[in-house]
């Protein structure tokens, strides 16, 4: 599953959350937990619909926002993190995706005066998390788990706890102004770290498609559930063939020149013996089928 749900106490989503009087009334703590209530049915309904061993990505910024005549930080992550281990969740290692302001005048209050000032928030969370223990793969599986990989090079930039993204185009013009979608690049690499070949991906609050999108360039099926028709009729589920094609030629340009052990049949230089079933594979839709086609 990979998913990023709407914010609570971000204004844009008060009428979603149903918590605009809430937040009239001053009552910052009431709204909260209101706006969170909604998604913890959500995240109930994803931990029953997971296979055991399966992992679920959410991306999820924390939100300021005066209350009451009070400013504060509403910790949204750590809300989401209590809610999911008490469903029975096991919550792995998260990944803080930077997004810089360029603005030199980005902090918030008064400015140079101690204790006036606060400091731009400018990161946002990916919380991991897993349905029960390790997954499992029986030996008839191994196969496709091994086409499955990514390139060494890959794994070392993409495994780590700290990604500098650009934020993604978020005028909609349509059912609302904005579309709070994240990054297509943040999706894919998440679906081909924590999924294999064959695997449906989950997002239950797809918004304009950039999941399910990601997951067909990474050769996955998916499914996405949302509550805005307007958007879901806009879903793009077509590959992104220069984005499988870039993930080539960067492999390329890495080895070359450089010493390695192992060979790929099919993209041929690879560091280590784990690389060498890899397949790089696009999704195709025909109808209501997935289908795919491997890179050569």
């Known amino acids: 599953m990979v998913t990023s749900p709407p914010y609570p106490m971000v204004a844009m989503w008060d009428e979603v959350f149903g918590i605009s009087g809430v937040i009239e009334a001053g009552d910052g703590p009431g709204a909260f937990e209101a706006g969170h209530a909604v998604l913890d049915a959500a995240w109930a309904e994803c931990f029953r619909v997971l296979i055991p061993g399966g992992l679920c990505c959410i991306n999820i910024g924390d939100a300021t926002r005066s209350v009451g005549g009070e400013f504060g930080l509403w910790p949204n992550h750590a809300r989401?993190?209590?809610?999911?281990?008490?469903?029975g969740f096991t919550v792995l290692p998260d990944i803080l995706w930077r997004k810089p302001n360029n603005s030199p005048t980005k902090f918030m209050g008064s400015g140079m005066l101690p204790a006036g000032a606060y400091v731009t928030y400018e990161h946002e969370y990916v919380l991991v998390l897993r349905k029960g223990g390790?997954?499992?793969?029986?030996?008839?599986?191994?196969?496709?788990?091994?086409?499955?990989?990514?390139?060494?090079?890959?794994?070392n930039a993409w495994y780590s706890d700290l990604w500098d993204l650009k934020g993604t185009g978020q005028k909609l013009g349509r059912s609302r102004e904005r579309s709070a979608a994240f990054p297509f690049e943040l999706a894919y690499r998440l679906i081909c770290m924590h999924s294999v070949y064959g695997d449906v991906v989950l997002d239950p609050f797809a918004g304009t498609g950039t999941t399910l999108h990601a997951a067909a360039t990474a050769g996955r099926s998916s499914v996405g559930i949302d509550t805005d028709a307007d958007l879901v009729s806009g879903f793009s589920l077509q590959a992104d063939f220069e984005r499988v094609r870039e993930r080539l030629s960067a492999h390329r340009a890495f080895v070359e020149g450089r010493e390695c052990k192992h060979e790929n049949a099919l993209y041929g230089p690879v560091v280590t013996s784990q690389e060498r079933d890899l397949e790089l594979r696009l999704g195709a839709v025909s109808g209501d089928l997935v289908e795919y086609e491997v890179l050569e």
């Open 134 to 155: 390790r997954r499992r793969f029986k030996a008839s599986e191994r196969a496709n788990r091994r086409a499955s990989a990514v390139f060494w090079e890959e794994r």
């Open 80 to 87: 989401i993190l209590r809610a999911c281990m008490d469903l």
